[in-house]
């Protein structure tokens, strides 16, 4: 992967904002936050690895600049997420990147929910992405919400992309190959799969949508 700046010129950057904005332990935390931002960037060559997106490729590689913010949103995500797993456990520096990236970014991408190997955001200003079961290629804009109604989170299939303003709450089960239109709000309702989604719950109108028009965007895994 092709990197704007090197890799220890983004540890330190990662670093000083953590100590800029929160506290960060060089003795004790350093090694931890090292670790993980070697496999957040891993994390995030095999994600940018499969988008056609003219910003995560140069020429025929895959390119990362932590100055797209959409780029480093997505690293932040994946670092708070890599030092969680290693913990096995909630713990206060993946607490300080996720609230890294909630500032710098403005959304909010919570270490604990398991997003795929493969996902994507465009202006993801406002989005809130909660614990829900989500399939490869998930992609998401502005103001988008997901989460739960009376505890219960949706599932979510392969291929699905949220509009700006969106909404997936509570007991739902979205197929694969599926867009849910811009304000639409799905509230415990099933979504079949290759449709377009329009309107508030109850009273959602489906459109079909033909698979091929996905098959051609993403680069498959």
């Given at each position: 992967m092709q990197l704007q700046i090197s890799r220890s010129e983004i540890h330190a950057m990662v670093a000083r904002q953590l100590e800029s904005l929160f506290v960060l332990d060089r003795g004790a935390e350093l090694p931890t936050l090292s670790r993980g931002i070697d496999e957040a960037l891993?994390?995030?060559e095999y994600c940018f690895s499969?988008?056609?997106?003219?910003?995560?490729?140069r020429?025929?590689?895959v390119y990362f600049n932590p100055f797209h913010s959409g780029q480093y949103s997505i690293f932040l995500y994946y670092l708070a997420n890599s030092?969680?797993?290693e913990a096995q456990e909630?713990?206060?520096l993946s607490d300080r990147i996720y609230s890294l990236n909630r500032?710098?970014?403005g959304v909010d991408l919570f270490y604990e929910v398991m997003l795929p190997r493969v996902f994507f955001l465009d202006h993801p200003l406002g989005s809130v992405i909660g614990r829900a079961v989500y399939g490869d290629f998930f992609g998401f804009a502005q103001q988008c919400t997901v989460g739960n109604n009376?505890?219960?989170?949706?599932t979510i299939g392969r291929n699905v992309r949220m509009k700006s303003g969106s909404k997936i709450v509570g007991d739902c089960t979205i197929g694969d190959d599926v867009i849910i239109a811009a304000n639409s709000y799905v509230k415990d309702a099933d979504v079949p799969s290759c449709s377009l989604v329009f309107g508030q719950s109850p009273n959602l109108v489906f459109k079909s949508v033909d698979q091929s028009y996905f098959a051609a965007e993403p680069r498959g895994l």
């Open positions: 891993g994390r995030c499969h988008t056609d997106n003219k910003y995560y490729h020429g025929a590689e030092v969680f797993l909630s713990n206060t500032c710098l970014s009376r505890g219960v989170y949706p």
